[in-house]
C-alpha cells in the first residue's frame, strides 16, 4: 500500500513557473515507478510525465516536453513536476500516481498501470 499527497498546486499566470510534490509513505517509495496525470473539465485524465524507480529513465507528453521536468528524491520519498513556461491550456487538476510495475516506455501513460493515487491538487494558468 502506498499513500500519496500532492501539493504545490496554485493560480500563476501564463509564462510562470510551479513546482508540484508528491510525498509518500507506506510501501517502500524507491521501488516503484511514479507518474503524473492531469485531468482539466470535461476531458478525460491524461498522462503529463513519468519516472522509473532510480529516476534514470523519464518520458513525458509531447504538449509539456521541454517545459516540464519530472524528478525524484527517495531519501525523501517525493516525486516532483517542475512546470515552467506555464500556459493556459495547461489548468488542470494534477495526480500524482504509483506502480510496483516494471517501468516501460511503451506504456508508461497508461492509467490502468498504476495502482495508487493522490488527491489530486489544483493548476490554473491566467492569461
Known amino acids: 500500500q502506498v499513500q500519496l499527497v500532492e501539493s504545490g498546486g496554485g493560480l500563476v499566470q501564463a509564462g510562470g513557473s510551479l513546482r508540484l510534490s508528491c510525498a509518500a509513505s507506506g510501501r517502500t517509495f524507491s521501488r516503484v515507478a511514479m507518474g503524473w496525470f492531469r485531468q482539466a473539465p470535461g476531458k478525460e485524465r491524461e498522462i503529463v510525465a513519468a519516472i522509473n524507480w532510480s529516476g534514470g529513465i523519464t518520458d513525458y507528453a509531447d504538449s509539456v516536453q521541454g517545459r516540464f521536468t519530472i524528478s525524484r528524491d527517495n531519501a525523501k520519498n517525493t516525486v516532483y513536476l517542475q512546470m515552467n513556461s506555464l500556459k493556459p491550456e495547461d489548468t488542470a487538476v494534477y495526480y500524482c500516481?504509483?506502480?510496483?510495475?516494471?517501468?516501460?516506455?511503451?506504456?508508461?501513460?497508461?492509467?490502468?498501470?498504476?495502482?495508487?493515487w493522490g488527491q489530486g491538487t489544483q493548476v490554473t494558468v491566467s492569461s
Open positions: 500516481a504509483a506502480t510496483p510495475a516494471p517501468y516501460a516506455r511503451s506504456s508508461y501513460g497508461r492509467r490502468e498501470r498504476y495502482d495508487y
